[in-house]
């Protein structure tokens, strides 16, 4: 059986756990004031390498929906049930998301609504209902058309009681439609008014996961050699990078608006990483040692996006007593005694701990995959 046709691909398993990883590596430094900016996000307009976690978690989402879904689409009187598991799916991700903002208070006046999880719950939804009812071809359109929408919505359409258009924080048309769903203490940001998982910001984000949906459907297709696929998507990748920076130029790539050039930016990158991946892994079957704890990060993604966050937050606002009364956090004591106390440089100091606490959780996917026990929704 050739790759192409194999019922799982092992190198989006992979893919999926290098993501993981880098996910952790970013969101969990010892001093959020202290980055290597390969690992910070970008200012504002730009893009790091922290800036492409997110929209490869949301590509991986759309490739992975069409192997979950390829043998329902062609029954259609099977729909009614798969659109009932993917609403279904989409509550429990919200629910999941929303509770990471009330995590460890249960402050439900403060707390934060837009979320990652909450935005990949939508876009899931969108794009599993448009792989099943629609053709390649309206996808593909569909697509092209949302981010040329999103463009002219953020670049020329005035923003109410601002005035023109602007790509500013606080003041782009994104950030007032959240305002004006949400107040601004369920906002991230609520001192400034805006949110980087903003509404508006859903619509370009489908198109990532579209670009997902596409390239799952070629690697299924029949047809064409498994090697002639992986060619394709390397010039495919290409030309979506180069479109991304040719775009740039009026329109900038940055991630918290999700951008237009950005989506074709992040999203070329997704594919090249893909392309390379599948040929070695899927195309050449260079597995082994290598592959094993990628795949089992990969494995239980959900639980070390929730878990992860949910327990930095609980540490972060644990308070402890000395024995002399001094009041001080949980996580504060563990990164000064174990890591500042014994690494001088504060950006060293501030990467082990990142190192260190991405180990940990590598070990604990480590024997939940040799277990054979994995969360899903």
């Not at 058309?145 to 359409?157: D, H, I, R, S, T």
């Not at 203490?185 to 001192?191: A, C, E, F, V």
């Not at 999203?267 to 892994?281: D, E, K, N, Q």
């Not at 878990?307 to 609980?314: D, M």
Request: hydrophobic share 50%; net charge positive.
């Amino acid at each position: 059986m050739s790759a192409a046709k194999s019922t799982r691909l092992l190198s989006l398993d992979v893919f999926r756990g290098l993501t993981v990883i880098l996910m952790l590596l970013v969101n969990n430094p010892g001093d959020y004031t202290r980055y290597y900016r390969p690992l910070a996000h970008a200012l504002w307009h730009g893009c790091t390498p922290a800036d492409l976690v997110f929209p490869s978690f949301v590509f991986i989402m759309g490739v992975a929906l069409v192997y979950g879904l390829a043998g329902i689409r062609s029954q259609p009187k099977q729909h009614p049930v798969a659109l009932w598991r993917i609403g279904r799916r989409m509550v429990v991700l919200l629910v999941l998301g929303l509770l990471i903002g009330l995590v460890p208070y249960f402050y439900f006046t403060s707390f934060r609504i837009p979320g990652v999880l909450q935005r990949i719950a939508l876009v899931y939804g969108v794009c599993s209902v448009l792989f099943l009812k629609t053709s390649w071809r309206q996808q593909l359109w569909i697509g092209g058309g949302l981010l040329v929408v999103y463009n002219v919505l953020l670049q020329l359409v005035p923003v109410p009681g601002i005035g023109s258009a602007n790509l500013e924080p606080a003041t782009n048309l994104g950030a007032w439609l959240d305002r004006k769903l949400f107040t601004s203490s369920h906002l991230y940001l609520n001192q400034q008014g805006w949110d980087p998982e903003s509404v508006l910001g859903t619509l370009p984000t489908i198109v990532t996961g579209l670009l997902g949906v596409l390239v799952g459907q070629w690697l299924r297709r029949p047809g064409s050699d498994a090697p002639t696929k992986a060619v394709w998507m390397l010039v495919g990748g290409s030309g979506l990078v180069l479109a991304g920076l040719v775009w740039n130029g009026w329109f900038p790539i940055n991630k918290a608006l999700w951008t237009s050039s950005y989506v074709l930016y992040a999203g070329g990158i997704s594919v090249l990483v893909l392309a390379v991946l599948y040929f070695l892994v899927d195309v050449q079957q260079w597995r082994g040692a290598w592959t094993k704890p990628l795949v089992a990060c990969g494995s239980n993604a959900l639980l070390v996006f929730f878990l992860p966050e949910a327990l930095e937050r609980l540490l972060t606002r644990l308070k402890l007593h000395d024995a002399h009364g001094t009041v001080f956090y949980a996580r504060d004591w563990l990164y000064e005694h174990l890591f500042t106390a014994h690494i001088a440089h504060p950006y060293h100091a501030s990467l082990a701990y990142a190192v260190c606490y991405t180990l940990v959780w590598i070990g604990i996917l480590w024997v939940l995959y040799r277990r054979r026990i994995f969360f899903t929704v």
